[in-house]
């Protein structure tokens, strides 16, 4: 890539990479929000946990152009692209987050739980005094992986009109410009790459020594 | 001397219909220590668990100071009785500190105060304020860990105190001092202790009176002395097996 490239469209990479990221973050704050209290809930109804899992499973295997695809014609959500890529995006985050979750609440050590209930800690206290912050890292864990698959996977996002780096990609291959589809590329990348650095520092700050 | 936990006509049974208590009707008297021996799966352990109802009997009824554990509301009753278990189960992501002070916490006291509070407890058990308060769990040694879980067991000031083979998985030089150290505090403090044991030295160095517990089923009651020089089969197979047990791993570290 030439200076004179990275000067035309230096500005437009910037704004892109901005919108790229606020697009991963909105999903990931959406996706966490409802994959944590979700897997809570499974630690308490664990007969659930399969078929709930599973969906979200499910919603894994749906190509991302499809899933975009199928939420297009949504009312309300069919107005505005980044709608449309925001839900996806959480649809794709929800699985790891709910899975770190609930294996993280459920690999707490009996005996841990076991003194929490028998000295008398309620139901609320038990849950931010001990089963959270014990899960942490693992939800960080599940987090950190939805991050870095939905850093990707947004670049699919263009295809709906939502923005994002991938803009300059799709823009790229319909013009056989490299430089386009590598400067769409390599930020996407570099993003997925500092996110999953920066999460993994918080994950080791959250483990508990044992 | 007035009746502390009294156990009355108790059942347990799984859902799969295996009976674990089996009417089991007992008085402890305020201030006492009970040793509970029975061998594993006995229902020792499940006694004990129905008295801060982690085990909720399934016949009968348990008495905490003259008030059905059923009548009493959950949270106040828990936090009313010390528990300390084989594994300290202290939490791993609290300093010792806030270990020892969590109940306090749970009931809305303040920071000095709690602070204040699981030093003094700290130093109850034998360990130093200055030195341990910010420690994590993993850098105590076994025996220290117990010792913080016996403080933490303590911090409400709990009439009641259940230990639940409390020193079971300690070396044996370890397990004496924590003995003796519990004696000692026994002694102070006057609490009502329920303590589940394998152990026939710790049942008889630290307890009162000696329950033996076969399928549910309490098979003698009887003062330490007593207890050795019973002549009841069940009570003599017990002190066989346990001797064997002694003489055993004596042989076993002279070989």
Request: hydrophobic share 50%; proline share 4%; aromatic share 6%.
């Amino acid at each position: 890539m030439s200076s004179s490239f990275l000067q035309q469209n230096g500005a437009t990479i910037l704004s892109l990479t901005i919108e790229h990221l606020w697009l991963t973050a909105a999903a990931m704050l959406f996706a966490a929000a409802i994959a944590v209290p979700v897997g809570v809930w499974l630690t308490r109804s664990p007969a659930w946990a399969r078929p709930v899992i599973g969906l979200a499973n499910i919603l894994q295997t749906i190509p991302s152009l499809a899933m975009f695809g199928f939420l297009l014609p949504l009312p309300w959500l069919g107005d505005r692209a980044a709608r449309i890529a925001i839900v996806a995006l959480t649809a794709y985050a929800l699985l790891p987050i709910l899975r770190n979750t609930y294996a993280g609440i459920r690999g707490i050590d009996p005996a841990v739980m076991d003194v929490a209930r028998a000295m008398g800690l309620t139901g609320t206290q038990r849950l931010f005094k001990v089963e959270l912050p014990l899960a942490a890292s693992f939800i960080l864990t599940g987090l950190r992986t939805a991050t870095v698959t939905c850093i990707g996977i947004a670049t699919i996002a263009a295809a709906v009109g939502a923005g994002g780096l991938g803009e300059l990609i799709f823009r790229g291959v319909a013009s056989v410009d490299n430089r386009l589809v590598l400067a769409g590329a390599i930020p996407a990348a570099g993003l997925a790459l500092v996110a999953d650095a920066v999460l993994g520092i918080f994950e080791r700050l959250l483990t508990v020594k044992r | 001397m007035s009746t502390a936990i009294e156990f009355r006509n108790l059942f347990f049974a799984t859902r799969q219909g295996r009976l674990l208590l089996d009417g089991i009707s007992l008085a402890l008297e305020a201030g006492t220590t009970t040793a509970i021996l029975g061998r594993s799966g006995s229902g020792k352990t499940t006694l004990l668990r129905t008295v801060n109802r982690m085990v909720e009997a399934t016949g009968g009824d348990v008495l905490v100071s003259g008030k059905s554990v059923r009548d009493t509301d959950l949270i106040a009753l828990r936090r009313g009785i010390g528990y300390v278990i084989q594994e300290s189960g202290l939490f791993p992501h609290f300093t010792v500190e806030r270990n020892v002070g969590l109940v306090l916490e749970a009931e809305g006291h303040s920071r000095a105060e709690r602070v204040q509070r699981s030093h003094a407890l700290l130093e109850t058990v034998g360990l130093d304020p200055t030195t341990f308060s910010s420690r994590y769990p993993h850098q105590l040694s076994g025996g220290q860990r117990q010792r913080v879980g016996v403080a933490r067991a303590l911090a409400a000031e709990p009439k009641v105190l259940l230990m639940d083979e409390p020193f079971g998985a300690l070396d044996p030089l370890t397990r004496a001092e924590m003995q003796e150290m519990m004696r000692d505090l026994m002694a102070r403090m006057q609490k009502t202790v329920v303590l589940v044991t394998h152990d026939l030295d710790e049942a008889l160095y630290l307890a009162d009176r000696i329950v033996l517990l076969s399928s549910g089923k309490v098979i003698a009651d009887l003062a330490p002395e007593a207890f050795m020089q019973s002549t009841m089969p069940e009570v003599q197979a017990y002190l066989h097996a346990f001797r064997r047990g002694v003489g055993n791993a004596a042989h076993g570290r002279s070989a």
